[in-house]
């Protein structure tokens, strides 16, 4: 498999540049999970990183690199045309209205 030297943005791998595996479209993933081991035996934290455009690179092609998510929300999933849209997100209302719209027109 392929691998390509990207850099981390951010977090506690702030600087670093890491190889990473490339899918067959030549793109890294779009998220890069981390576990980091507790040190006194519990379960082992999570650090989410999500791929993003590097400024630099040549034109036409696209070069990434992974700044920290420090939420480390669930990835995106797929969403087709007929799935349920999700919650409102971080806790924001929602600005649609709820019911038939009004009949404006008489």
Known sequence: MKSEDTPFEGGP???RVLPVLVGM???????YRVPV???HGGPPAVLVYRR???EEGRIG???WKYRYDPEGRQ???LRWPW???????RGKPDATPRG???DAHG
């Open 75 to 77: 990835g995106s999933r």
């Open 83 to 89: 799935s349920k849209p999700d919650a409102t997100p």
């Open 37 to 39: 081991p507790d040190p």
């Open 13 to 15: 791998l702030d600087g």
């Open 25 to 31: 479209t030549g793109h890294p993933p779009k998220t």
């Open 52 to 54: 993003a455009p590097r």
């Open 61 to 63: 092609f696209a070069r």
């Open 100 to 102: 038939k719209p009004d």
